[in-house]
Every structure is written in C-alpha cells, then in structure tokens.
C-alpha cells in the first residue's frame, strides 16, 4: 500500500532555507516553538527577523516512500502500512505481502544570526564556505540498525524474522470459538474437546498463512529484494518488502506465487483427505484447511490493489503502458470498485441464501455480523488502493530529494573555539552549520542547534563550541551525490538529525538536516503527479 501526505518546503539550489529560524534569545526577535519529537529551536538576527519564515518539523507524513507496501493478500492487510517515519527516521520503501484468514533538527548556524539553519546551494561551488577534510577512505557504509519488533519473534526463515503480532491471539481466539461451534454440530461427541481442535485448526490455518507469506519472501529474495519482515497478524500475514520490482515480469511472479502456494496447498489437504473417513476429526480439519486456503487464493486473486490480484492486474497494465503509475492508478481505482461491491455485495449474497439455506426473515446476530465483515474487508481494501495510490506518486518524486541541493553550508571550528566566535564566523562566511573539527582539519562532530538555542546570549563566549556538539558516528558521513532512495536509505539506516555531507575527495561540503528532507519529502507528496 501506498501511503504518505502533507504539504512542505524543499530546499532549493541558492543558500537560503526554504524554512529559516528565528532567535528566540534576541529581543524582538520570532520565537520558534521546537517541533514535535525534537528539542530544537531556531535563532536569528534581530536586524534581519522579518525576513525569515519560521520553520518547524513538517507533519508527519504517513506510508513507506521509499518503496512499496503490499498488502495484496487479504482484506485485513489492505490497510496502510506503515507511515514514513518522523525526521530522525527517514522513510524507506517497504513492500507487504498480507494473506486473510479468509475463514471468519536542524542544526546549524543561520548566516544572518549564527544560529539558525538553512541551506546550501545547489552548486557545486562555494567560494565563501570554509573547507576542512574528512577522514582518509570517505564516508564509511551505515551500520543497519536491528530490525523493529512487530510482536513475538518466531524465528527466522530464510534470515526472515516472523513476528506473531498481538492481535493474533484475538482472532485464534475469535476462531477457536466460532469453528468450535460448528464441530458440536458435525461431532457432538467431542464435548468440550472440540475447542482444542478448533485452536488446532487455528495454528494449522496460520501455518498455511505463513507459507504463503514465504512464498512472496522467496520470490522477493530470488530478486534481490530485501525483506524486512513477515508479521501474522489479526486479518492475516504481511510480507514487508523493502524495494519495488524492477520490471512488470517480476511484479507479477512476486504477487502470483502467494495464490499459488494456497492453491497448492488446498490441494494437498485435498489429497490427504482421500484416504480419511469422513465424519472424524482428521477428516473435519483437512476439509477445513482444504477450503480456508482455497478462499484465500481465491479472495487474494481478485484484480484490485492492495490484494495479489490487483498487485497482478498493476504488472500488466505497467508491461502494456510502460508505466509504472499507469498500472497502480488502473488497480487502484478496481481495488476501490472491489471495495464498494464487497461492502453491498457480501451482505446480500448472505441473505439470499446464496451459499446456503435462505436467511429468510432472519435480521439478528448473523445479518449484524455479516454486514460488520463486509464493512471491514470494504474499508481495508479501499484504503489499501488510495495507500497504493499515494506510495506511486511520491516514487515519482523521489529522484528530487538530493542531499547536495538540501545540505547547508558549514564552516569548520576547533573544539576549544568560542561559540561566540564561531558564531560570528559563520555569519561572515554566510553558513548555515558549525562543524567541529581536529589541528589536521579532520571533522569529529557537529554542533546542535538545540544546544546553541539553550545558551544565553551573554554567556556564549565562555561556553566552547565543543561542549555543544555531537560526535560523529559511523553512519553519521553522507556522501553529497546520493539521492532519492538511496538517500532516504541511508537516513533510516542511521537515525540521526543531522549528518555531515561530504564531497567524494572527503572534502566537507555542508550539514545535513532530517528535518530538511522531510520537508521536502512532504511537499513532494502535495505535487500532483
């Protein structure tokens, strides 16, 4: 699915911010509240305070930008994914795979002030910045941070981590009782036993889920796809890929082989169920498992996003068009039309006795219940296709991301360095950020703003600018040419408000702000496509 929103600044190629700070400690002067989840806060010249916008970090946005977000298995993994995390966690492109159960900071110095932040031109030139050197070999690969938690770890298939979300104790429980109602009326024999073979069935049913999920797993793999995770959860399972196929061929393998493996295994319980006598336990449950994963192929083939089916009819459209967004608008607008027919449809299919005895006059409990479902598969799958719909558009928009036209220029500062003087450094030199650096020139850390806005004017040349810094980690060196996915990848591989920006010679070119990005990932999302 596709999801993101909001509305921002981008930075553009000249040096001032598309969002500038304004000093809170300068009397006169606009005060900046610090954004949500971050303890910053902007600063500026009293002289020049009218000129600057306020900035702030952006809203939230919402969905995985950097790449796609499946849920083409079932209704219950048709909802949005998740959003695109906050600045200090860039987003990245996720794909998830879903099955139904189918049975029931800117840091910186602002040129005008010495505080604020902003950035660096689109250039490549900066004649008035100062220059220092980073560490010989250039920035080092990011360190990829431990996989988050969705639940309970099962193990890990195929280097895979398979998490049980919560939620799926509810819904083994919602099965354990319904399905258990139905053996009292095919074995009244088994008493109150029948509740552990109906769990049984539970867990034999996720079972079958989970090798759907790894069927998509697989194939993701065969490709060269990372997958993050597989998560069963209340409605099903979700397979969270990171990268969007390259090609509409292996769109279409990636969203066929997890109906197909449901197919398959319906016919394996179907074959297993041949030498069974009919009327047992044994032969109860394989006839369940035979028809559960036969709805779940079923359902998840129907042509409409966020299901396998409409995650199939997008690769087709894509192969015949040439275009990707083609392909996601045509099965995004079916996966909608799916939705409305599921939410009338379903229901009146109930009550006219369509898979079974006529419901007449019958208005209670199972009219309620049918209509609940229909309500809530309905609603999944239509926020799964506008999810869908999003995510393509801000694809589109990615390659604008660059960290050379969102960098902010910096000047270099000893450890020992006044944060007056290095202050009043940057404002001669029209810098926006303050890197710390050794004797040699070699950059250690960089100044957070947050720390600058908490000291008094009047004490700012007893305090070094070394006491306010932040040092810098391995993933903290971002090269100046990345873009796009790539950048944002290497972003949420190393969590961080700002990261030093380096030229390929190891040559500091500017400080990079999350905040940044995320501005311009926002105002991106608000483009039309």
Request: proline residues 10%; glycine residues 12%.
């Amino acid at each position: 699915m596709d999801v993101s929103g909001g509305s921002g600044q981008p930075r553009s190629g000249n040096d001032e911010p598309a969002q500038s700070p304004a000093d809170p400690t300068t009397p006169g002067g606009p005060r900046t509240a610090p954004a949500p989840g971050q303890k910053t806060a902007k600063t500026e010249d009293t002289a020049k305070a009218s000129r600057d916008d306020r900035p702030g970090s952006a809203p939230e946005p919402t969905g995985d930008p950097a790449g796609r977000d499946h849920a083409d298995d079932s209704p219950g993994t048709g909802g949005a994914p998740p959003p695109p995390p906050p600045p200090q966690h860039p987003p990245a492109g996720t794909g998830a795979h879903g099955t139904d159960p189918g049975t029931g900071a800117d840091p910186g110095t602002d040129p005008r002030t010495g505080t604020g932040t902003g950035a660096a031109p689109g250039s490549d030139a900066h004649p008035d910045r100062a220059h220092a050197h980073s560490a010989p070999g250039g920035p080092r690969p990011p360190r990829r941070p431990r996989e988050p938690g969705g639940g309970i770890l099962m193990g890990r298939p195929f280097g895979v981590p398979v998490y049980v979300a919560p939620s799926w104790f509810l819904v083994a429980a919602l099965i354990t009782w319904v399905f258990g109602g139905q053996l009292d009326r095919v074995l009244p024999e088994l008493g109150a036993a029948r509740y552990l073979v109906s769990l049984f069935f539970a867990v034999a049913f996720y079972g079958s889920v989970l090798v759907h999920e790894l069927a998509h797993t697989l194939a993701a793999l065969r490709f060269k796809l990372p997958v993050r995770r597989i998560q069963l959860q209340f409605f099903g399972g979700v397979s969270e890929i990171e990268k969007e196929a390259e090609t509409p061929g292996r769109e279409f393998v990636l969203a066929f082989v997890g109906p197909l493996l449901s197919l398959v295994l319906g016919g394996v319980f179907y074959l297993a169920l041949q030498p069974v006598e009919r009327g047992t336990v044994p032969g109860v449950l394989l006839a369940a498992l035979m028809i559960s994963n036969l709805i779940v192929a079923v359902f998840n083939l129907l042509p409409g996003l966020p299901l396998d089916g409409g995650r199939m009819l997008r690769a087709v459209v894509w192969k015949i068009t040439g275009k990707p967004m083609s392909g996601t608008v045509a099965a995004a607008w079916v996966g909608r039309a799916l939705a409305v027919t599921v939410l009338i449809g379903l229901p009146w299919v109930s009550q006219s006795g369509a898979l079974g005895d006529a419901a007449e006059g019958n208005v209670g409990v199972d009219t309620v219940t049918d209509a609940l479902l229909a309500a809530i598969i309905a609603a999944i799958i239509w926020t799964g296709a506008g999810n869908s719909l999003r995510m393509a558009r801000l694809r589109e928009h990615l390659p604008e991301l660059r960290a050379r036209t969102l960098t902010r220029r910096a000047v270099p500062v000893e450890t020992n360095t006044s944060l007056a003087e290095a202050l009043r450094r940057a404002n001669a030199a029209g810098a926006r950020a303050l890197v710390i650096v050794d004797g040699h020139g070699e950059p250690l850390a960089i100044v957070r703003e947050s720390a600058i806005v908490g000291v008094p004017e009047h004490r700012r040349p007893w305090v070094s600018a070394g006491e306010l810094a932040q040092d810098l980690t391995e993933g903290m060196r971002v090269s100046a040419e990345l873009a796009g996915e790539e950048l944002l990848d290497v972003l949420r591989a190393t969590p961080a408000t700002e990261y030093l920006v380096v030229e390929e010679t190891g040559e500091i070119y500017g400080v990079l702000s999350a905040a940044d990005v995320e501005r311009a990932f926002v105002k991106a999302m608000a483009r039309p496509s």
